[in-house]
C-alpha cells in the first residue's frame, strides 16, 4: 500500500455506495477483527494484499477523523461513511475529474498547435513555391519577403512542440 491508503481505502468505500457489511457465513464471529479481516481481503489487490493491523491502522485514521462510523448492519457489522466523509471522498473525486479534464484540454491544445504548425509549413511551402516561379523581380522580393515573415512568426510562437521540449 502507498501512504495514501487512507484515501484510497475512502475512495472504494464511496464507489461502494458508502458502506462496506462483513459477511458471517458459517461459523464466523462478529467482531471488529474480522470485519477489518474481511474489508482488508475485498479492499486489497490480489498480489498488494494489507494486513489486518494496517487496515486497523487506516480505519482507526478514518474514524479520528470523522470520515466513517462503525455499526451493526443486517448480516454483521459494518462500516459506513460518515456525511463528512462522503463530501471529502466526493471533493476528492471531482478534484481527480478536474485534473483529467485540464489534462485532456491540454492534449486537444497541444494538437491544434501541431496542426497549426502543419499548416504554418504548408503556406511556407507554397511560398516558396511562388518565389521559384515569380515572373518578375517583385515577385521574387516579395516571396521571400513572406517566407521571412513565416519563419520569424513560427519561432516567435514557439515553433513546434517537438522543438520546445
Not at 475512495?11 to 459477511?23: K, T, V
Not at 491544445?109 to 504548408?122: E, M, P, S, W, Y
Amino acid at each position: 500500500m502507498t501512504n495514501h491508503e487512507w484515501a484510497e481505502l475512502l475512495e472504494y468505500l464511496y464507489e461502494s455506495g458508502g458502506l462496506f457489511e462483513s459477511d458471517l457465513e458459517g461459523d464466523v464471529e462478529d467482531t471488529p477483527e474480522e470485519l477489518r479481516r474481511q474489508l482488508a481481503n475485498e479492499f486489497s489487490d490480489p498480489g498488494d494484499s494489507i494486513s489486518e493491523s494496517e487496515m486497523e491502522r487506516i480505519l482507526d485514521r478514518l474514524y479520528k477523523n470523522n470520515l466513517v462510523n462503525y455499526g451493526a448492519g443486517e448480516s454483521g457489522r459494518r462500516v459506513q461513511l460518515t456525511p463528512t466523509g462522503f463530501e471529502v471522498a466526493h471533493e476528492r473525486e471531482m478534484t481527480e475529474d478536474q485534473y483529467e479534464i485540464q489534462e485532456e484540454q491540454a492534449n486537444a491544445n497541444d494538437r491544434v498547435a501541431d496542426f497549426t504548425v502543419i499548416l504554418g509549413a504548408a503556406a511556407l511551402v507554397q511560398a516558396a513555391e511562388s518565389v521559384m516561379t515569380a515572373p518578375k523581380p517583385t515577385d521574387l522580393y516579395l516571396g521571400i519577403f513572406m517566407i521571412l515573415i513565416l519563419v520569424v512568426a513560427f519561432f516567435a510562437l514557439g515553433g513546434p512542440k517537438s522543438l520546445r521540449n
